[in-house]
C-alpha cells in the first residue's frame, strides 16, 4: 500500500524490539553503564533518522505531496458535505476516512473494510491485486440507495482548498 499505512501501527513495537535488542548487544561490548547510556541513545536517533530519511527522498516527498494535496481536497468535501447535506443522506465511498469523518454522514464502505458483508465475500484470486481494493459489491452498495458515491474523490482545482 502506498503511504505505508499498513505498517504505521507495528512501528512502535518494532522501535521497542530494536531497543531491546540493541540494549543486550550493548550490554554485552560495553562494560561501562555510562557508556551503555550513551550508545543506546545514539542508536535510537539513528532509528529514529533512518525511518524519516524516506520521507525526504524525492519519490517519498512527492507522494507526501501527492497525500498532502488529496488529504486537503478531501477535507475541504467532507465539510463542504456536513454544512450542506440533507439529514438522511448517505454515501457511498471507496476512501473511507476523513470525508466520512468530517461529513458524518452514514457510510457504505465499498471496499469493505467496515462493510462485513463485503469484506466475508470470497474472491477468486485474492491478493493478485492492488491491496485493499480488490473486494467490492457495487449490487449491495446500490441496493442501499446512497445518496452520494465517490470514486476517486477530490478537488479540481487548489483554488477550492481553502474554502469552509
Not at 501501527?9 to 524490539?17: E, K, R
Not at 446512497?146 to 483554488?159: A, D, W
Request: glycine share 8%; charged share 20%; aromatic share 10%.
Amino acid at each position: 500500500m502506498p503511504f505505508f499505512r499498513f505498517l504505521m501501527p507495528v512501528l512502535p513495537l518494532l522501535y521497542v524490539a530494536l531497543v531491546l535488542g540493541s540494549e543486550k548487544v550493548i550490554f554485552r561490548l560495553l562494560a561501562q553503564e555510562s557508556h551503555r547510556k550513551v550508545l543506546m541513545w545514539v542508536c535510537m536517533g539513528l532509528m529514529g533518522a533512518l525511518t524519516l530519511i524516506p520521507s525526504f527522498a524525492s519519490s517519498e516527498a512527492s507522494n507526501l505531496q501527492f497525500e498532502t494535496k488529496l488529504s486537503q481536497s478531501r477535507l475541504v468535501i467532507g465539510r463542504w458535505l456536513k454544512h450542506y447535506a440533507r439529514p438522511g443522506e448517505s454515501m457511498a465511498i471507496g476512501a473511507i476516512g476523513i470525508i466520512p469523518y468530517y461529513s458524518n454522514l452514514v457510510t457504505y464502505d465499498i471496499l469493505g473494510l467496515t462493510e462485513p458483508a463485503i469484506a466475508h465475500r470470497k474472491i477468486p484470486h485474492l491478493g493478485r491485486g492492488s491491496a485493499g481494493h480488490e473486494k467490492h459489491d457495487y449490487g449491495y452498495i446500490l441496493s442501499k440507495q446512497p445518496t452520494y458515491i465517490f470514486i476517486q474523490p477530490r478537488l479540481r482545482s487548489e483554488e477550492h482548498t481553502s474554502e469552509l
